[in-house]
């Protein structure tokens, strides 16, 4: 398992639309599942937003960005990437030994 930070900026707000709020992280193993909630991180302005996944299990996943205004809408079209993470190397063999016979 390896940890994984997910990383990404923030929309430039216009001058109609309403203040930033947080950002929606959600995660799917398979393109066929429905999407789950991973976690909310809340705007902070002037830094760059990121969020550290713990002990992250080999094989693809899949996640989306969703923002968030403070009016509870979201943005049209959640950024979304895919990422496929390796399995560690196996083991050394056990009790490996050599005789004369």
Known sequence: ???RRLTWG????GPRQAELDHAI????VDESLPWDQQ???PYVDGEEPSLLLIDVNPGT???RCTIVDIE?????DPA????????DRPGQALNFAATDE
Do not use: K
């Open 80 to 87: 979304e990437i895919e990422i496929t993470g390796a399995s």
């Open 39 to 41: 976690d909310i991180v």
């Open 10 to 13: 923030w929309p430039d707000v």
């Open 25 to 28: 992280i959600d995660l799917r």
């Open 1 to 3: 398992m390896a940890n």
């Open 72 to 76: 509870g809408q979201t943005d049209v």
């Open 61 to 63: 996943f899949f996640y």
